[in-house]
């Protein structure tokens, strides 16, 4: 059975149990036949005794034909295609008159029978049923009636009947099986295309799709869920590759600034300042590929497994306190004011831990991107069952036809090469986007050019 194809499986399964039902329908068909076919034998029978009854005058020491004549005439005294048998005895089973057609033969005298009972047996060769009747007088047995016919006609109807069902019985199923490979063809067809299409797929070829079949039933089903899954694995390869690239990209720069230092270093002897200088230099771009590093880290640590998140009521104030904490020096050295808007305290359900990393990407970006002497406000408000967290600067901004792609890993804004002091990789708000995706944050950005940025945590309240 393993080595069957789908469409000879389906073929099987179609044939055994229509060979069932087949089986069930031809049995019906057969029983009904011949029950109907031996109960009017039956009913034949029960009509020429109570015809015969009335031709038998019983007294208490006797029984005797009324009319010995008529007993003696038409069907019964010749042996016809169909003829009945007669036969008439004492209570004892002694021969008082028979038909002539039963000639040297006679009917088979049963002494057990007291009740109008069916038996069946040979004359002559060739099956007869008989039914035996007793005859009463004043609740006495004086004797018996019994009439037999032949079954032979009955017998060949239902002979006839049941080779016609044996030797149909095979050509139907024969003649559903081609059908039903038939029929399993065409329905496995899409799963043909699914086969081709699959194998047509290769890491250099991800466009082709299954087409659907216009029925949408299972197999379109099968077939869109295929389609769906093919985008999706296309979208993350495509995502790999970009990070691949992106990520050599970005750690291939400062390994040419620090690879460029060093050979300007050992071209010439240097007094200990120049030296000074360009080992800080190094120093600076060692401490920006561990920084990168660290993040391509965290991101592939998000690609690839699940996170077991710690969920626990935290409260907002604190969270921000901590942050602000942690980026004043960093403020203090440009000037920049960070402000705290909130008038409540506020608290939420989600894993710290993540949460932390989120903020304090979103503050250094707004530090980072703010100018001197600005201003860096994270603002907290309450709106119905949802907690709302903003951090707003006066910076530099983004143009409206950027701001749907700098969430994407590596993307840094046209505006922020405009100003070469400003350092960074372009993935921090990229890992803030996906673990808002684990925690079910809702993140948005709002921004104008040169007059400031907006992100935006929208956090549903589960307590």
């Known amino acids: 059975m393993n080595k069957f194809s789908l469409k000879n499986r389906i073929a099987f399964y179609y044939i055994i149990s229509a060979a069932m039902l087949i089986f069930v329908v031809f049995f019906s068909i057969y029983t009904i036949v011949s029950l ?28 005797q034909l009324t009319d010995k004549d008529d007993w003696m005439q038409g069907e019964h005294n010749e042996v016809s295609v169909d003829p009945i048998f007669l036969q008439l005895t004492n209570s004892v089973g002694t021969i008082i008159e028979k038909s002539e057609n039963l000639k040297k033969h006679t009917l088979i005298f049963n002494y057990k029978v007291l009740k ?17 009747v007793p005859l009463f007088f004043k609740n006495k047995i004086s004797g018996y009636l019994i ?24 050509i139907v199923l024969l003649l559903l099986f081609f059908v039903a490979q038939f029929i399993a063809g065409r329905s496995i067809k899409p799963i043909n295309s699914i086969i081709t299409t699959s194998n047509a797929i290769t890491n250099d070829n991800l466009k082709s799709r299954i087409e659907l079949p216009k029925n949408k039933d299972e197999l379109f089903i099968l077939s869109q869920t295929i389609n769906n899954l093919l985008d999706r694995i296309e979208a993350t390869i495509d995502r790999e590759k970009q990070f691949t690239s992106d990520a050599s990209h970005e750690l291939r720069t400062p390994l040419a600034v620090i690879k460029g230092t060093l050979e300007v270093l050992i071209r010439k002897p240097r007094n200990t300042e120049e030296y000074q200088q360009k080992i800080n230099l190094c120093i600076s771009e060692v401490d920006r590929i561990n920084n990168l590093v660290d993040q391509l880290l965290l991101l592939a640590r998000f690609e690839n497994q699940k996170q077991s998140l710690n969920i626990e009521k935290i409260c907002l104030n604190d969270c921000i306190k901590d942050a602000i904490k942690r980026f004043e020096n960093k ?77 994407n890993s590596f993307y840094r804004t046209s505006n922020s090469t405009n100003y070469p002091e400003i350092k960074g990789t372009g993935l921090g708000l990229s890992i803030a986007k996906r673990l808002c995706a684990i925690l079910l944050i809702e993140i948005e950005i709002f921004s104008e050019q040169n007059n400031g940025t907006t992100l935006k945590l929208s956090i549903l309240d589960k307590f």
């Open 36 to 63: 109907t076919v031996f109960n009017n034998v039956n009913n034949e029978i029960n009509s020429e005794i109570k015809e015969n009854i009335e031709r038998i005058k019983i007294s208490e020491n006797a029984i």
């Open 116 to 132: 109008n009972k069916e038996t069946n047996f040979k004359l002559s060769g060739k099956y007869v049923r008989q039914i035996q």
């Open 147 to 170: 009439v037999a016919v032949s079954l032979g006609e009955a017998i060949n109807v239902v002979d006839n009947l049941k080779n016609i069902l044996f030797i149909l019985f095979p």
């Open 331 to 407: 403020a203090n050295k440009r000037n920049l004011t960070l402000i705290e808007n909130y008038s409540n305290d506020y608290f939420v359900e989600t894993d710290i831990y993540f949460f932390s990393i989120i903020l304090n990407n979103l503050i250094s970006n707004a530090l980072k991107y703010s100018k001197d002497n600005g201003r860096v406000e994270v603002v907290i408000e309450k709106i119905k069952s949802t907690t709302i967290l903003k951090v707003v600067d006066n910076g530099i901004g983004i143009a409206p036809n950027e701001l749907d792609k700098v969430f």
